[in-house]
Every structure is written in structure tokens, then in C-alpha cells.
């Protein structure tokens, strides 16, 4: 046997280690500010940092910068020590580092543009996807070259996780981006209302499983039990939480989706699957506890641990509440509320932070070749963050209760006691004000830990080689008689790769291609026609804005949802909405019959100062709105776009387009000085008008018998 | 609705599937080995270089 010598390459690990904590700190810090906002609407200044611009900015930020440059930073370290090999290629390793870096620049300078596709976590338009499918092929192909090339057989239990981290999110990313781009910065995408909702769910939800669970569990599954110094609980419990994980939370994304108009069928599907799904995820978390049995002594004194067991605890905690939000009643309560941003910032600020941090309070000092530089510091950090994720977490649990109940309650005459939407906001207010003191907390500890990472750093010397030595692989390997079908696939992780792309792929399809594919699941209604192209335009700025962010337009079948806004959504009506605009969050109220609510003057009244209208709003003023012109240079190929998409518009439809546009715009014009308000018509403002005027009027008016299916 | 029913049997014949499958791995000694991979990353073969930090003291 020859000992082979070679060495780890550390540079990049440093540096995805460093890209982490520096965006997470911006991500987290624009998290405290939109979260002031929701209390202070004044501080949404101007049109480029306003909520709905820079929400989409937050979740991007923590999502694809802090996590996603921390699992990379995982994956660099201990892929090349549980393989026995050095990164595969140094210059794939930097394409891929400052091709990720560019991505996250590309968006922290677009999406406050309010250049946005209008997808939650899929924000970023069609050059930006491109670039991150080009630069995840980059990390594919210099992860399993790393494998092909590996000193060790076998496949420990993290690089499973990392393989099918990889090629889950290759396939949701590249299935839910798929769009028909108009310009260089607007797209629309493939998929229309009820089906473009399932894909973007399906894709959403699995972005938090493949993209915020499955690599921090295999970095869980190396880092736990070196920084606890004893191997994981059980090996055998690992094999069969990553084989059931895998395969069920590929089912589970309809439940983001339950009592809306997406058949029934497929949201039974999501909430069976959903509430299977708390079996792996807890045979997980007992595994990392585990990990740490007779050795809670040390957890004591060190932080490391600490972190990490407040992480997988957040995590046992976040995968309890999934299942229990995905059964219809109680998500009937918490769908639209505070309750699902507690729920996910559980998981965010706990799982992935604490983890993270965790990782890098161990990992820094090796790289430096130095101790960490402050334990104290390490442990301010540690109880900063607790009880700034208490602080953020529990408020909004009670806010959601809160509202809901609000949303819901009836007098004893069966009218709405609460039918002002704003008294149900106002009434939690002061616990959005605890929230953000949670975040306060949760960044002041972030801040204590990067200044604690930079003085180790400081104190110590990098080493970007670090020497080590390995027997090379016998090329001709006899397997043991007797050996089991899983150890085989260990070995092969082509042929493993594929075997989790058929797993995952089941389940998508067979959740999607029925709905595209049977007619039944959306029925068509005669009444429901395409939007007019000054219509379109107004969407385009409703989605520009961001308005889905705190609107939704998707009653649900409830008394108190009809009762407030209306007849409730039928699947038919979003056949023309590319994107789909259902939105999961109700800070203002639903839209979805905004028509002919109120008149013209409203509206602009309203977008130009929220609270001249509604006393007491949260919602910012839109002054740009009304100053700008309309921009209609890409009118005729937005209108060729969606002909390519199956929306009828008569042939040849884009040259009348802005006859069509001026006539309409007139309209409006002339009823808005009717009302005393002189607007020119070619103002953004008209357009959007028109957009509201015409939400939810298709099938107003229209027999109720002929909207029930 | 019909649909339904292909995706119930979809499942529950995938479920059994991955059932006798697993079934069948643990007759077979399948997970004989289900120790040493958990221990064998503990130890890191580090070449020259000694390794600092190995018993880092916090």
C-alpha cells in the first residue's frame, strides 16, 4: 500500500466561511430594518427601499448569501477530509466562489430595482438564474469529480446529503425558473395562476429542504461529532433518515397551498406527506442529540456546543411545527399570519445560524492555526442569539393567534366584528415592536461573533495548504461476500446520483404532470378574459413593487374570508396570471376582489398617501408611482409573450396594443377629474388603477351556480 | 378525480417497494458494518504538518 501526500485546500473554505458571515450580517441587518418598517412606515424612504423591495432583498440575503455561502464552506472543508482529497480543481473552486459572489451582488443591486420575476424565493430574473444554474454546475462537477477521485471508499453519511442537495436544487431551480423573457430584466413565467403555485411551492418548500436542510444535516451529521469528539449516535439511524427525508419532503409542498384553489386532491397529498415528514426529520434530531450522550459536561463550557445544540434543537422544534401547520385546521388559522414567519425564522435563526456560527467558532481557528480568541465573546453571542430568538419567536406566535382570531370573529348577529382590517393590525403591533427587538438582539449577537471571528483570525496564521497523507485507492476492489445492496451504492456515486434524482423526481411528477396535464383540475370559466394591455402594465408594476409580499389575492372558502372580501377564489380565474400573484401573507388585506371596491380617486389617493385613506396604515406611500411615466417600450413584445404562452389574444393583437392602452388610460383619466384629481394619463398610476379596478370582476355579477364546481 | 387513485396506488406500491427493500437489506447484512464509518472521520490523517487544536482546550 503506498501513502500517498497531498494537500487540502483551505483558501476557499476561508473565504465561503468569510462570505458568510459578512452577508449574513447585511441580510439580517436589512431583516431589523423591514421589520422597524412594519412599525414605522415612514422608514421605507424611498421607492427603492420600500417592504416590497426589500423583503424579497432579506430573504434572498440570509437564504442564497449567509446559508448558502456556509453550506459551501461546509461541503469545501469536509468533503476533501472525508474523501481524503484535495478539491478537484483550484480554479473551479474560485469560478464557483466568485461566481456566487456575483450572484449575490447582481441581486443586492436588482431586486431594490424592482427587477423581480414576482416568485417568493425565486425572485431573481432570467439572467440571474442562468448565471446561478452555470455556477451550480460548476459546484457539481468539482464536487463529483472530488468523489471520482477520492482515497476513500466509502461514502460517509454527510456526502449523501451533499449529493442530493445538489442535484434536488438543480432540478427545482431549473423546473421553476423556466419563463419567456420579455427584456433583459422581465420575464414571465411558463406556468399560469393554480399550476405556476404548485410549481413555485413546490419548488419553495423544497428550497427549504434541499437548500436550507439536507447540506446543514450533513454538515451536522461531520461537524457535531468532531466538535463533541465522539462518532454520531447511530450510523444506521443516519442510512434511514436520509432515505426517508429525501423521499418524502419532495411531496410535501402543496401544503403551502391548502384550502386554495388548488385541487383537493393534491392538497390532501401535501398534508399527508407533510405530516410523515416529522419521522425523519426527528429521527435526525435525535441523532445529533444523541451524538452528545455522555458528553452534555462538555457542553457546559463549550460554546461550540452550545450552538450546535440549540441548532438542532430549533430544528426538532421547526420540524414538529411543520407537520402541525400542514394539517387544514390549523393551518386554516395560521395560514396568512405571523405565525408562518415565526415558524420559518425558527428554523432560520436557529437551525442555519446557530449552526453556522457553530461551524465557524470551530472551524476559524483550525484555518488560522490559533485558538479562538475570545470564549466570553463566544458566549455573549450564544445567549444574545437565544434570547433574541425568543424575543422574535414568541411575539409573532401570539401576533398570529391574535389576528387570526380577529380575522375570524363573528358578533353574536353574524356580522364581522372586526371588518376593519387595520384594528386587527394595530392590535399587534406592539409585539412587531418585540420582534424587532428580537432581531435587534439576534444582530447585536452576530455582530459580537464576526468581530470575535476577525480578531482569531488576526491572532493566527492561515494556512491554505495543509498537509496530509492518504493510502491511494486500490483500483481493483473484491467485495466482501455477503455484502449489502446499500454498501454497493456507497461506492458508485454516479450511479448514486441518479438513484436520487429517480427518488426525488417521483414524487415531483407525479404531483405535476396530472395537474398540467387533466383539464378537470382547472376548470375554465367563460367569463374570466385576458388582461388589457393597460391592465398588464398595471400588474407589471403591482409585481415590480413587490405588493404580493404583504397582499394576497386567494380568499378561502371560509364564512369570515367571504364575508370580508368577497366570493372565494375559483382556479379558473388565474389562468392568464403569469406570475401567479396568490401571495402567503396577509399584512394588508386580500385583493383578489379589489375591483370596483372603490373608485378611481381612492386609489390614488390611497397610493400616494396610505393613511389619508386609512387612518392608522403601515403600508408606505407610492409618490414614484404617480410621478413616473409609463414606460411602454416593451408593450408589443410583453403582448407576444403571453400570445407564446396560450393567452388568446387576437393575431396580430401587439400593434393595437397601445391604441388600446391610450383609450383605457382616457378613461381613467376622466374619472379621476371627475373626482377632483388631475392626473396626465400616461403616468404609472393609471395603470396600476386599472389593474385594481379589474382584480376579481371576471366573475362578479356572473350566477353563483355557474361558479361552483 | 380519478387521478387520485393512480397517485394512492402510485405510492403504496413505492412504499412497499422501499418496505421489502429494506426488508430485505437488514436479513441480509446489510448494515453489518454500521460503526466504523462513524468512527474513521474522527481521526485525520494530517501528513507532516502536526496538527494544532487537536485537543483544543475551551
Known amino acids: ?709 | 378525480m380519478s387521478v387520485l387513485f393512480i397517485l394512492i396506488a402510485a405510492s403504496l406500491a413505492i412504499a412497499l417497494l422501499f418496505l421489502l427493500a429494506f426488508i430485505w437489506s437488514v436479513k441480509s447484512g446489510q448494515y453489518e458494518d454500521d460503526y466504523t464509518p462513524s468512527v474513521r472521520i474522527l481521526f485525520d490523517e494530517t501528513g507532516k504538518s502536526k496538527p494544532v487544536n487537536k485537543t483544543k482546550s475551551i
Open chain 1, 1 to 709: 500500500m503506498i501513502v500517498e501526500q497531498f494537500k487540502y485546500d483551505n483558501r476557499w473554505v476561508r473565504n465561503f466561511a468569510f462570505a458568510s458571515f459578512i452577508w449574513g450580517f447585511v441580510g439580517m441587518l436589512v431583516g431589523l430594518i423591514i421589520a422597524l418598517q412594519l412599525i414605522f412606515p415612514q422608514l421605507n424612504f424611498v421607492e427603492w427601499t420600500t417592504f416590497g423591495r426589500l423583503r424579497p432583498l432579506h430573504t434572498n440575503a440570509v437564504i442564497f448569501a449567509f446559508v448558502g455561502n456556509g453550506l459551501f464552506m461546509g461541503i469545501y472543508y469536509s468533503l476533501q477530509r472525508l474523501l481524503k482529497t484535495r478539491m478537484w480543481s483550484d480554479k473551479l473552486s474560485a469560478i464557483h466562489f466568485w461566481g456566487w459572489q456575483l450572484i449575490i451582488v447582481s441581486a443586492a443591486i436588482t431586486l431594490p430595482l424592482g427587477i423581480t420575476a414576482g416568485k417568493e424565493y425565486a425572485e431573481l430574473e432570467w439572467p440571474i438564474d442562468i448565471a446561478i444554474t452555470l455556477i451550480w454546475v460548476v459546484f457539481g462537477i468539482n464536487m463529483f469529480a472530488t468523489i471520482l477521485v477520492r482515497r476513500e471508499r466509502h461514502l460517509y453519511v454527510a456526502i449523501w446529503f451533499y449529493i442530493a442537495t445538489w442535484i434536488t436544487v438543480a432540478m427545482l431551480h431549473i423546473v421553476n425558473s423556466l419563463e419567456i423573457p420579455v427584456t433583459l430584466f422581465k420575464s414571465y413565467s411558463l406556468y399560469a395562476g393554480v399550476q405556476d403555485a404548485l410549481v413555485q411551492w413546490w419548488y419553495g418548500h423544497n428550497a427549504v429542504a434541499f437548500f436550507l436542510t439536507t447540506p446543514y444535516l450533513g454538515m451536522m451529521y461531520y461537524f457535531l461529532p468532531k466538535a463533541a469528539g465522539r462518532p454520531v449516535y447511530s450510523y444506521r439511524l443516519s442510512i434511514i433518515h436520509f432515505w426517508a427525508l429525501i423521499f418524502l419532503y419532495i411531496w410535501a409542498g402543496p401544503h403551502h397551498l391548502l384550502y386554495t384553489a388548488l385541487p383537493d386532491w393534491a392538497q390532501s397529498l401535501g398534508t399527508v406527506f407533510s405530516i410523515m415528514l416529522i419521522a425523519p426529520s426527528w429521527g435526525g434530531m435525535i441523532n445529533g442529540l444523541l451524538t452528545l450522550r455522555g458528553a452534555w459536561d462538555k457542553v457546559r463550557e463549550d460554546p461550540i456546543l452550545k450552538f450546535m445544540v440549540v441548532a438542532v434543537t430549533a430544528y426538532g422544534m421547526a420540524t414538529f411545527e411543520g407537520p402541525m401547520l400542514s394539517i387544514k385546521s390549523v393551518n386554516a388559522i395560521s395560514h396568512y399570519t405571523d405565525w408562518t414567519i415565526a415558524h420559518v425564522h425558527i428554523g432560520a435563526l436557529g437551525w442555519n445560524g446557530f449552526l453556522t456560527f457553530g461551524v465557524l467558532y470551530w472551524l476559524i481557528p483550525r484555518l488560522y492555526k490559533t485558538n479562538l480568541f475570545s470564549i466570553k465573546l463566544a458566549n455573549t453571542h450564544f445567549w444574545l442569539g437565544t434570547l433574541g430568538i425568543l424575543f422574535y419567536a414568541v411575539p409573532l406566535y401570539w401576533a398570529g393567534f391574535t389576528q387570526s382570531f380577529m380575522w375570524k370573529q363573528f358578533t353574536p348577529e353574524g356580522i364581522l366584528k372586526y371588518p376593519n382590517f387595520l384594528e386587527t393590525v394595530n392590535a399587534i403591533k406592539p409585539m412587531y415592536m418585540l420582534r424587532a427587538v428580537g432581531g435587534l438582539l439576534y444582530l447585536t449577537g452576530t455582530t459580537v461573533g464576526i468581530y470575535n471571528l476577525f480578531k482569531t483570525a488576526a491572532q493566527g496564521t492561515f494556512q491554505a495548504e495543509e498537509d496530509a497523507e492518504a493510502p491511494a485507492l486500490e483500483k481493483e476492489y473484491t467485495p466482501h461476500s455477503n455484502e449489502g445492496w446499500h454498501r454497493v451504492i456507497e461506492r458508485r456515486p454516479v450511479q448514486f446520483l441518479i438513484a436520487s434524482l429517480i427518488m426525488v423526481a417521483i414524487g415531483g411528477a407525479v404531483e405535476l404532470i396530472p395537474t398540467f396535464l387533466i383539464e378537470s383540475n382547472v376548470p375554465s370559466i367563460a367569463s374570466v378574459k385576458p388582461y388589457t394591455p393597460l391592465e398588464l402594465q398595471g400588474r407589471d408594476i403591482y409585481i415590480r413593487e413587490g405588493c404580493y409580499n404583504c397582499h394576497s389575492q386567494m380568499i378561502r372558502p371560509f364564512r369570515s374570508e367571504t364575508e370580508r372580501y368577497g366570493e372565494y377564489s375559483k382556479a379558473g380565474e388565474f389562468v392568464y396570471d403569469h406570475p401567479f400573484q396568490f401571495g402567503s401573507k396577509r399584512t394588508g388585506p386580500d385583493l383578489q376582489r379589489e375591483g370596483g371596491k372603490y373608485p378611481d380617486t381612492w386609489h390614488y389617493n390611497h397610493m400616494l398617501e396610505p393613511s389619508s385613506m386609512s387612518p392608522g396604515s403601515i403600508m408606505p406611500s407610492y409618490p414614484h408611482i404617480i410621478d413616473h411615466d409609463l414606460d411602454l417600450s416593451s408593450m408589443e413584445a410583453k403582448i407576444r409573450a403571453m400570445q407564446t404562452l396560450g393567452v388568446p389574444y387576437p393575431k396580430g393583437y401587439a400593434q393595437q396594443a397601445r391604441a388600446d392602452v391610450d383609450k383605457q388610460a382616457t378613461q381613467i383619466q376622466d374619472n379621476l377629474a371627475k373626482g377632483g384629481v388631475k392626473v396626465s394619463k400616461n403616468k404609472e398610476i393609471i395603470a396600476l388603477i386599472a389593474y385594481l379596478q379589474r382584480l376579481g370582476t371576471d366573475i362578479k355579477g356572473a350566477p353563483k351556480a355557474a361558479a361552483v364546481k
